[in-house]
T-cell receptor, first 112, second 116 residues
Framework: EAGVTQFPSHSVIEKGQTVTLRCDPI?????LYWYRRVMGKEIKFLLH????????ESGMPNNRFLAERTGGTYSTLKVQPAELEDSGVYFC??????????FGNGTRLTVT | AQKITQTQPGMFVQEKEAVTLDCTYD???????LFWYKQPSSGEMIFLIY??????QNATEGRYSLNFQKARKSANLVISASQLGDSAMYFC?????????????FGAGTRLFVKA
């Protein structure tokens, strides 16, 4: 079975630009999560989809971040416009109900 | 508020010895799950072990065991017979299973160094 895949693996953009991160969960996993880890800090929850619906988006930093999950399959996380403090590693994870999270390898975002 | 605390930023252990990584949590939920994940230098997050709040026995998976002390709200990871490949970041996590979702929160992690 294919795991969670994330694209791109790295992205370097300038402040003010737009970046879109993509996550393809494991097929059949209804739950999809986005997390972010800033260097040396905890893995911070951003939001949680159940199928195509946003179940919890309490961790989204501000309205520069927009997440979508079209048709309950893949998800995108767009940052527009990017700021320096948005730099970090963005992880996507998926799960079925109470099963452990399966993580992608993350997207390392650097905003210069 | 739900919170995970890992007080050890870094730990050293001699190869073949056992090591305990600390984790305490705070929740008002009665039903929750506790997880440990490993993140090697390659960056992927690897699930290691799970403990449910109602499980009476401590979870074990090979060389990993979870020392679950519910009254103290601690869920320490014990790695027996450490190997060089165990050098990595280790994250403790908790999933709330209250109605409405399965949000999982993480601690700041502990970096483990295994010495030859």
């Amino acid at each position: 079975e294919a795991g969670v895949t994330q694209f791109p693996s790295h992205s370097v953009i300038e402040k003010g630009q737009t970046v879109t991160l993509r996550c393809d969960p494991i097929s059949g996993h209804d739950n999809l999560y986005w997390y972010r880890r800033v260097m040396g800090k905890e893995i911070k929850f951003l939001l949680h989809f159940v199928k195509e619906s946003k179940q919890d988006e309490s961790g989204m930093p501000n309205n520069r971040f927009l997440a979508e999950r079209t048709g309950g399959t893949y998800s995108t996380l767009k940052v527009q416009p990017a700021e320096l403090e948005d730099s970090g590693v963005y992880f996507c994870a998926s799960s079925q109900a109470r099963s452990p999270l399966h993580f992608g390898n993350g997207t390392r975002l650097t905003v210069t | 508020a739900q919170k995970i605390t890992q007080t050890q930023p870094g730990m050293f252990v001699q190869e073949k010895e056992a090591v305990t990584l600390d984790c305490t949590y705070d929740t008002s939920d009665q039903s929750y799950g506790l997880f440990w994940y490993k993140q090697p230098s390659s960056g992927e997050m690897i699930f290691l072990i799970y403990q449910g709040s109602y499980d009476e026995q401590n979870a074990t998976e090979g060389r990993y065991s979870l020392n679950f002390q519910k009254a103290r709200k601690s869920a320490n990871l014990v790695i027996s017979a450490s190997q060089l490949g165990d050098s990595a970041m280790y994250f403790c996590a908790m999933r709330e299973t209250n109605t409405g979702g399965f949000k999982t929160i993480f601690g700041a992690g502990t970096r483990l160094f295994v010495k030859a």
